[in-house]
């Protein structure tokens, strides 16, 4: 019997510790699948981060990708505003008034206001405060009465005092305001007689506009045609001469330069793989056309302007010569060359359809002299210069009022055949100057072109055959 118990309490013991070790292991085995469990967690944790740190830096690639794509297109969208500009240039200037309303130069006085800032609220007045009577029994007690009457006698010391100097600020102030007044007053005044000289101004212009002065016709012509709005780039100056005997209006235009002019890209590209941009050069050829392009259009558009503006008829003829100014490639010096020209009449210009030309084409048309090679500043000789006030001009002779007394062109003088010529074009609306005598062979040429001059008389006038001979 206790060999039997001895052998169940081994087995019983023997039992517990296999169930401790079962339950051990599986303690452990529950803390290894515990820690595989928080290690899948990590690195699941991590790929989830990874992933979101690649969405994240795909995402900000992309962003900024796409605002450079945005600024390439902003580029490109600006190159071709510029060239449409370019290519409106006389379309827009069609669509809009360009006759100058002077009465709209007029202006109104731009009197300031009268700002007194502090000066305009006083300071508070003193108030006068009665020191607290004693009670009628205290009162009775002559220290105590002394006491008060020092106390009020102090009272109204100071509130003299007090009231003193209120009326002393208030005269000063009164004084700061009346000097503000008067400041402002002189103000008001001069702006008054600013306005009032400018207007004068304006009045003396538009009488002298509507008499027709000279110098009043042309600065008018100068501002419509310097004031019409143009793409950045134009220099909006123009001078101007009025000749009041021929009605003819002579203007020196201000045109912009071909290299800061037509833009040199044709578009930009972003290379998504460098992060760059890059540019496409437009052909030199294009750039040279658009450019001639632009001067034609200016000057159909200034002629347009001009008409247009004549409300009052006072022309009948422009002379239009365009000038670039810029640097000469060569020499480094500055050049003015004149690359156009033009004369053409009122009924001339009016029968052009403008909305349908080709600006070329309709120079053309009009007898232009323009550059062969604008953007290089091929100049050419302006029809008429604007400045006639060469000291070597000379009043020329009436010879062609006086020819229906004259027998035969051969009879003339030389100077008096030259004084001819210049009577003739006059008639023909040019204007033309005879210089003095130089001495230099002049009666040779005389006779040359004399003899391929002769006079057919009529019952009415005499008039003037001219054959060439090749």
Known sequence: MARRGFVSSINRLSREMERSARAHQRHIESQQRAQMRAVREAERAQRAYERDQLA???ERKRLYAESRLAEVESQNEQLEQVLQSLDRIL????????????????????SPQLDLGSLAHPAASPQWSEPQKPSAIAGILPWVRRSYEQRLSA?????????????????QRQFAIQKQRDKHKLAVDAAK???EEHNETIRQFEQALSEREPEAVASYFALVIGSSPYPDGF???AVAQYQPESKQLIVAYDLPGYENLIPVQKNFKYVKSSDTVTESLRPESQRRATYASVVAQTVLRSLHEIYSADIAEHVDTVVFNGFVDAIDRGTGKKVRPCIVTVRT???TFHDVDLEHVEPAACLKTLNASVSKSAAELAPVRPILELNMSDPRFIIEDDVLSKLDQRSNLMDLSPGEFESLITNLFQAMGLETRLTQASRDGGSIAWRSIRDRFSVVRSSSKPSVTRTRSE
């Open 56 to 58: 994240d830096e795909k």
């Open 91 to 110: 379309i827009d200037g069609l669509h809009r008034s360009a006759v100058i309303d002077l009465t709209k130069l007029r202006v109104e006085p731009e």
């Open 155 to 171: 009272a109204k010391n100071a509130f003299a005092i007090a009231e003193q100097q209120f009326r002393d600020a208030e005269a």
């Open 193 to 195: 007689k600013k306005a």
């Open 235 to 237: 220099p909006q100056a």
């Open 345 to 347: 009449s009122r009924d």
